[in-house]
DNA sequence: CGACGTTCTGCAAGCGCCTGCACATAGGCG
DNA sequence: CGCCTATGTGCAGGCGCTTGCAGAACGTCG
């Protein structure tokens, strides 16, 4: 099919090895040699066979990306942006979603990780051990949560849920509900950090903990609970659920901010394209993408390196979907 | 690092060839001996080393898929279904954001053939010679749009389109504003359309044509052009733009479908992910993801056929954004 | 002008797997 | 019991590129 170095080397009357140190090493061919194999190259139309260079060098240049769920404006934005770091790297970028089946994941990044240098996982849902015997078997970097003894681009939570908090309460909220989830990386952690805010600023907090996935519909679901608690604001989980509970509350005729206020959590751009415009604690996931492959490619770089953790910090960025608390 | 054929051979008293046949082609090797390899493979823990494959092979095994935004649902969704039936394929893919620009897609897609067996290429903005001239230098097929003598998966729009027009008809509406955009492969004939249905139902048409891309701020924008316009329906080109449109009329403190009845394009999840949910065009793009893999698959397997094109049907969504025109 | 240090280039041996061909073994037939 | 077709297995030569090593070419210095 396409030419090949032979062929270059052939026509440049040079050796092949010239020909690979001029696309490899272009400093250690004399600058007349490397001009006439480019020539001919060019002429050619031949570029390194990237097979060929991966098998001899033992290194694919590409990297793994796994994540749960594609459609999800949460990992589409993280896809995003890795793929874009990626290129800037020179690394092409093989993808795959994984579902939530827990050994199936398991497989899906063994499988992959024999094909790529490195894998990042992007909010998987899998145990502890299972991603540190994945990390162990080869480079892995994880985005938007923080193993320990792992490398981590992750999003730091705390202030930002803190924000949320303070910010309903100073409105005259004294009750609310958090909708949570059951399946990701992260619901455990939340909880906790919402005990702490809510206390810290004296409001109730009610839980609203599914055994669901984090959908559209049962964020819809979820507001139909919302008027019998008591409650005056809603946390979201995230952006999807948001939307489920901000047109749950529409269906039912409710006002938002008006009756209720409402929060979620990412701030994909979800968040903005619904009226009202949500009040969100927002996550830097484009950050958190390219750190995450930085660290990956650091990785890969040095597979004996320390962990390294890169938190990225979030902050509330108030829109139109909090207000007032009605008054009672 | 890990096994190769020659350990595994040499511990199963066996030649490398019959190692790579148990994998490659098992039915030529004798059941007992089969079995003996295996078990060696799985006691060292071996599994064919991919890249040198792909180099004896000629093939790597991998598809490519270039979409222009990955962060859009409708291409969120056809990444999704691509990358299923990919697998179901055993196929590895690698995925590319393009972007708008003609050029970069270009050297990209280029670039991207190199390392792949095949091409997929999602709602490509660049001009047809480009498109063909990637097709002719190997196998490529095209998702969502339909260009001549090139293997594509696409949605038959003009149904869809004359259903939601007669929709609007019969609901009383004579004057419908049509949001279209620029940059997308199906501006042109969608407008074609359009004008189509709209004579065809006696209907006035607004055609309010951007320069602009299919965003959500941008829907938003055309919103406030619409009430004086003089029309009591919009037709979105897609659910982005739409989700823009709806906000925009909600904002303004216009109902839906009081005030304007709204219809949008494609039907991902946002159509349903708002209040109230969007009536729509349905465009099945798993169904072009699915077929789009197959159809390149299909021309891997001969590269000399002649080419085929999947037209996928669409038909009108009824939900809750459409209803009586308001009396005059 | 020879010795010696730099550059630069070529040689050849891989990287791990595939596959056409030849050979061996086994069974079927006259 | 030879001869002839399967059927299984091994051999060896690639696939296209990389890279350690050694030799060539070129300068520099005493």
């Known amino acids: 099919?396409?030419?090949?170095?032979?062929?270059?080397?052939?026509?440049?009357?040079?050796?092949?090895?010239?020909?690979?140190?001029?696309?490899?090493?272009?400093?250690?061919?004399?600058?007349?040699?490397?001009?006439?194999?480019?020539?001919?190259?060019?002429?050619?139309?031949?570029?390194?066979?990237?097979?060929?260079?991966?098998?001899?060098?033992?290194?694919?240049?590409?990297l793994g990306l796994l994540v749960p769920d594609i459609a999800n404006p949460y990992f589409g934005e993280i896809v995003k942006s890795v793929q874009r770091r990626a290129r800037t790297a020179d690394r092409a970028l093989f993808l795959t979603e994984t579902g939530d089946a827990h050994d199936e994941a398991y497989g899906l990044a063994k499988a992959m990780a024999r094909q790529t240098d490195g894998l990042l996982l992007a909010g998987p849902r899998m145990p502890e051990d299972m991603l540190r015997s994945l990390?162990?078997?080869?480079?892995?970097?994880?985005?938007?949560?923080?193993?320990?003894?792992?490398?981590?681009?992750?999003?730091?939570?705390?202030?930002?849920?803190?924000?949320?908090?303070?910010?309903?309460?100073?409105?005259?909220?004294?009750?609310?509900?958090?909708?949570?989830?059951?399946?990701?990386?992260?619901?455990?952690?939340?909880?906790?950090?919402?005990?702490?805010?809510?206390?810290?600023?004296?409001?109730?907090?009610?839980?609203?903990?599914?055994p669901f996935d984090l959908t559209y519909d049962n964020g819809r679901a979820a507001a139909d609970l919302v008027p019998t608690s008591g409650a005056t604001a809603v946390i979201a989980h995230n952006d999807m659920v948001a939307h489920g509970v901000a047109g749950g509350l529409a269906r039912q005729g409710r006002s938002v901010p008006g009756d209720f206020s409402l929060i979620t959590v990412d701030d994909t751009y979800l968040a903005r394209a619904i009226h009202p415009a949500l009040t969100a604690v927002h996550v830097p996931i484009d950050a958190m993408g390219a750190h995450g492959v930085d660290l990956l490619l650091a990785r890969i770089a040095d597979p004996q390196g320390p962990p390294r953790l890169v938190a990225l910090p979030t902050a509330l960025t108030v829109r139109e979907s909090t207000g007032r608390a009605p008054a009672p």
Do not use: K, W
Request: aromatic residues 4%; positive net charge.
């Open 135 to 210: 990390a162990a078997a080869g480079p892995v970097a994880l985005i938007g949560l923080h193993v320990p003894q792992t490398d981590c681009a992750y999003a730091e939570l705390p202030v930002g849920m803190r924000q949320a908090v303070r910010h309903l309460a100073a409105l005259g909220h004294r009750r609310i509900v958090y909708v949570n989830g059951t399946r990701t990386a992260r619901t455990a952690g939340f909880r906790r950090l919402m005990r702490a805010a809510c206390d810290e600023f004296r409001v109730e907090l009610v839980e609203h903990l599914g």
């Open 1 to 62: 099919m396409s030419a090949t170095m032979a062929d270059v080397a052939r026509e440049a009357g040079v050796s092949a090895s010239t020909v690979s140190r001029t696309f490899s090493l272009p400093e250690t061919v004399r600058a007349d040699t490397r001009e006439r194999v480019l020539a001919v190259a060019r002429r050619l139309d031949f570029s390194p066979n990237r097979t060929a260079s991966s098998l001899a060098r033992g290194r694919t240049g590409a």
